[in-house]
């Protein structure tokens, strides 16, 4: 598991650090990942982010093919998979 974020490396580091991930959480501010992978809430960032393009909350399960399985996207950055329904998408690429 990884994270991708659109704030710098120290941010992001502190961010993994200060909620106990024990994850890597990669940095993209040059907002190429997003653009990419199709997750670019424009204009959706507030406070720190004075209105610049940040990243949708989303999920993604790829398989070792690269081969996307499972996706979660929302617009509402609190809104998340539940571990459940991550670990069900999991076992159904066992099928």
């Known amino acids: 598991m990884i994270g991708v974020s659109v704030d710098s490396p120290e941010e992001s580091e502190n961010l993994r650090k200060s909620q106990g991930y024990t994850f890597p959480i990669l940095s993209d501010a040059n ?16 406070a720190t982010h004075d209105g610049e393009d940040i990243a949708r909350p989303a999920e993604f399960l790829i398989d070792s093919t690269g081969k996307v399985r499972w996706v979660n996207l929302t617009d509402d950055f609190v809104v998340r998979a539940r571990p459940e329904q991550a670990l069900a998408a999991f076992d159904a690429t066992k099928k």
């Open 31 to 46: 907002r190429n990942v997003i653009k990419r992978w199709d997750v670019v809430h424009s204009h959706g960032g507030h």
